[in-house]
């Protein structure tokens, strides 16, 4: 290893050259107006250093070591902007990197005129840990401002069982270069040198710091998780050195978990991920049977650098070149096996008619609608690939650039429980899949008595959903709600009387569960038939629920573990589950249901409420033997979720 020190001839070129080249875009798009004949941009140039490599284009260089393709320096007009190599790593029965690796030369620009290089670094499954084959990409185009990458995980037919849970690659910027955050728009900000003193709070991850004018904020990594869905650009940027480094993403294709998978882009310490794949937020990794053909690519994805201007103005030319990269996917220069271009991808079109005969109001607008395997539930898929788009507010919506194969179409948007699904979509590579009008009648168990909450998969119209990003809100809850949640129809407010989160408390130096109450009124007359409890859980980790009405229990079930409480987060794994009973049970005047998340044992253990919705169908007697807690969407199945339920009183 050299340092990440560049050969003389790429000092020279991301000097003066990278002058040069910026002035001769310049002069290009003047000429350009003109009518005139740009110059010509200077070439791609791959250097040999024995143990590296390195490419330069004029604009960057780039060092990338050839046995575990670490990128040992990134250069920009001249500046070093990597405070420490860049790495790319993955768990899968431990920690992984790039090991005695092969390099390759994929395209030499010596062979094209210096328009573009390519270099691989590929290593062969390691039996005593992981059983992948991984092939890392960097391309570097000329005159571009920032180079490509992208990753490819293989399983072969002879391997043994195996997992990824995790992959990513990382870099970790210069403090003297870069000091301003950027994620998303509300999420711009500078932050302390990476040398700041902090204390670790716990979890590991938050921590405060201790000097300096950050003294006392927190920070933790989970504070600039992102939804994937509609995120394609995050990075860092500089208030005095003007410099702006980015990762962006001209599709999520690759990303599991689909649109509402939050994953990690930035944090303290000036790091900056693209993250591949992750378990976080309750995701699931990828599993492989013995013998299991798979493989999938990861990307391109681009890092970006550009310069000029305030934090704002880098955003805003950090944004606009995200979006170009998205207008030209798929990228028509990358050749790769796993990568098909536009002629070898389809477009699939149509329209979901939306009813719902309680809510006229509802419409499409800003729904979610995606391809993705038939099975598992899609937040649980990571193995193959998901294509999302939004529709517009008449339910019409297009899917381009999808790749080849056979699909289920999914929907889901706000203020509908369930989720729309519609099976044997078959996309051929060149034609368009016309699906016409699909219709989406949304369940309805009875009329509906009352609703907290809005069916939107998070717990944002909640207490602190406005806020929720802060270490140790959980501490909060006791002291404003010394009595727990009394909610009472007609008179509570969501946003002051029901908490975010449902969290355990310390009693006797031990962490316990907590009931909440739902108070509402009948009118006067016997109330008979079917009633049904819509419980919508925008998050839960390992909560155990049991679910009174008037003190009789209709349900009691085991949650799944996504972590979002602890984790800053608003929302992890949805899931729906239909809770029918004997109507019987309500009666006229003051009725109580009860929500009491009863695992102890630490602070971790809670629940976020999306919505909690109460039907009633009087004209259906309720059957004790058909009529079953249903489970639609969540991390198990009902048999794994499902506790059997207690009869009666207790």
């Known amino acids: 290893m050299n340092g990440g020190n560049p050969p003389v001839a790429g000092r020279a070129s991301t000097g003066w050259l990278a002058g040069l080249a910026a002035f001769a875009m310049l002069v290009a798009a003047q000429l350009s107006a003109l009518g005139g004949e740009p110059p010509e941009l200077p070439p791609v140039t791959l250097s040999d250093q024995g143990g590296s490599v390195w490419l330069d284009n004029g604009v960057v260089g780039l060092e990338i070591q050839k046995d575990n393709g670490y990128l040992l320096s990134l250069h920009y007009r001249g500046k070093s902007l990597l405070a420490e190599a860049g790495y790319l790593d993955w768990q899968s029965g431990g920690d992984n990197h790039l090991h005695n690796a092969r390099f390759r030369v994929v395209t030499n620009p010596a062979a094209n005129g210096g328009n573009l290089a390519e270099v691989s670094v590929e290593q062969k499954p390691d039996l005593r840990r992981s059983p992948f084959a ?14 490509h990458c992208f990753v490819v995980f293989r399983h072969s037919p002879d391997g043994p069982a195996g997992q990824l849970d995790q992959s990513r690659w990382v870099l970790r910027l210069k403090d003297n270069l870069f000091d301003f955050i950027n994620v998303d728009e509300p999420r711009r900000r500078v932050m302390p040198p990476s040398d700041t003193p902090v204390r670790i709070l716990g979890p590991k991850e938050s921590m405060m710091f201790t000097a300096g004018p950050f003294r006392g904020e927190i920070t933790d990594k989970y504070q600039w ?4 869905g509609d995120h394609f650009v995050h990075g860092w940027s500089g208030t005095q050195s003007q410099l702006g480094a980015w990762i962006l993403q001209g599709s999520n294709e690759a990303q599991n978990g689909g649109p509402t998978k939050q994953h990690n882009t930035a944090h303290f310490g000036r790091l900056l991920f693209k993250v591949l794949t992750c378990g976080h937020y309750g995701a699931s990794g990828i599993k492989v049977a013995a013998g299991e053909d798979w493989s999938k690519l990861y990307g391109p994805w681009m890092l970006y650098v550009n310069f000029g201007g305030s934090p704002d103005a880098l955003w805003a030319d950090a944004q606009n070149m995200a979006a170009k990269e998205r207008a030209t996917w798929p990228l028509p220069w990358v050749r790769h096996p796993l990568y098909p271009l536009e002629p070898e991808r389809g477009t699939v079109k149509g329209r979901i008619v939306l009813q719902d005969l309680q ?6 607008n800003g729904a979610w609608v ?12 990571s193995k193959g690939y998901q294509f999302w788009v939004h529709a517009a507010a008449d339910g019409t919506f297009k899917i381009p650039q999808v790749r080849a194969g056979n699909y289920t179409l999914y929907a889901f948007v706000r203020g509908v429980l369930e989720e729309f699904r519609h099976d044997g979509v078959t996309v ?15 369940q309805r ?21 406005d806020d929720f990003r802060q270490w140790g809100l959980w501490q909060q809850y006791p002291v404003e709600f010394p009595r727990d949640v009394d909610f009472i129809i007609g008179q509570s407010r969501e946003r002051t009387d029901w908490n975010y989160a449902q ?12 009931t909440w109450k739902v108070e509402f009124d009948l009118p006067p007359g016997p109330v008979s038939g079917t009633a049904t409890l819509r419980l919508a859980l925008a998050s839960a980790q390992n909560a155990k629920l049991a679910i009174r009405v008037n003190g009789t229990v209709i349900d009691r079930y085991l949650t799944g573990a996504d972590n979002a409480m602890i984790r800053a987060g608003i929302h992890g794994q949805y899931h729906l589950r239909d809770i029918p009973f004997n109507a019987a049970g309500l009666k006229p005047g003051r009725n109580v249901l009860t929500l009491s998340q009863e695992a102890g044992g630490n602070m971790q253990k809670s629940v976020m409420y999306d919505c909690l919705r109460l039907e009633l169908d009087g004209q259906r007697d309720f059957d004790p033997v058909q009529d079953k807690p249903q489970m639609d969407g969540g991390r198990s199945s009902e048999a794994a979720l499902t506790v059997p339920r207690a009869e009666g009183n207790d």
């Open 134 to 147: 991984v092939e890392q990409h960097f391309l570097l185009r000329r005159g571009e401002s920032g180079c």
């Open 225 to 228: 998780f992102v939804d994937a």
């Open 359 to 364: 809510d006229s109001s509802l419409t499409m």
């Open 370 to 381: 995606g391809l993705a395997a038939p099975s598992p539930d899609w937040q649980q898929q």
């Open 428 to 442: 051929r590579a060149g034609g368009t899949t016309e699906l016409g009008n699909l219709s989406w009648q949304a």
């Open 445 to 465: 168990h009875g009329r509906m008595l009352w609703q907290i909450g809005t069916p939107d998969r998070t717990a944002k119209e909640f207490r602190h959903g």
């Open 503 to 514: 969290v355990n408390v310390q009693k006797d130096g031990q962490w316990t569960g907590t």
